[in-house]
């Protein structure tokens, strides 16, 4: 009856996972193709992107239920969840190429997500110890402090093109995308940290 009970538990807390990724893509979708992002203050956008990297993070915190399933995936397919940004990275450096982004912010997100998808794509081979594992999550989140930091200050700054971050499709990869992916590189530091076995990070 116990296992029962468990194994319908984790359905059905991956049927909410599930439903909140669709709610939240299906939300970023709309306030892209609306303008609802552009008529917003300058801050509002840069704070939605940080919400969605701290929001999730923080219940995972608080959730010891919610820690015990992600523990219960490889940390090799956790990594593997970031490939997606080698696509979004070569889309930001060609709109950069083409003047639609500021170079400068094209390229520091760009090559960044170019780099850490490419790197996600080894696990695919080679499962990574415990401190190869830290040093690419660590790597990934630099990478968008480094572009959400830019993109913040040149919202702020007004620097031309900027703006057009907050359309559609482009900004799912902030809107979406970063949220996502910052949020569980966060989890999976917290899980490998806590973890004591220096070979725990392909099983726990």
């Known amino acids: 009856m116990n296992t029962s009970n468990s194994k319908a538990n984790e ?34 956008f840069p704070a939605c992107v ?7 993070f923080l219940y995972y915190l608080k959730n010891p239920g919610f820690q015990a399933r992600l523990r219960a995936v490889p940390i090799h397919l956790l990594s593997l969840f970031h490939v ?6 070569l889309y930001f450096l060609q709109l950069g190429a083409n003047g639609l982004l500021p ?6 997100a760009g090559y960044g997500d170019v780099t850490v998808g490419l790197a996600s794509l ?12 830290l040093a690419f999550q660590a790597i990934s ?19 031309p093109g900027m703006a057009n971050i ?7 990869i902030p809107g979406f995308g970063v949220g996502v992916t910052g949020a569980l590189s966060l989890m999976t530091i917290h899980r490998l940290l806590r973890s004591s076995n220096p070979e725990d990070s392909s099983k726990v």
């Open 11 to 44: 359905k059905t807390g991956l049927f909410k996972v599930i439903l909140v990724l669709v709610i939240w893509f299906t939300a970023a979708s709309a306030a892209a193709i609306s303008g609802i992002w552009g008529r917003l203050p300058r801050f509002a």
């Open 50 to 56: 940080l919400a969605g990297i701290f929001i999730p």
């Open 84 to 89: 997606w940004r080698f696509p979004a990275g």
């Open 141 to 159: 989140m630099a990478d968008f402090i480094g572009a959400v930091g830019t993109g913040l200050t040149f919202t702020v700054l007004k620097v």
């Open 122 to 133: 080894v696990f695919i081979f080679h499962r990574p110890g415990k401190k190869a594992a």
């Open 166 to 172: 907050q359309n559609f499709p482009v900004a799912l």
């Open 103 to 108: 170079a400068t912010f094209a390229h520091n």
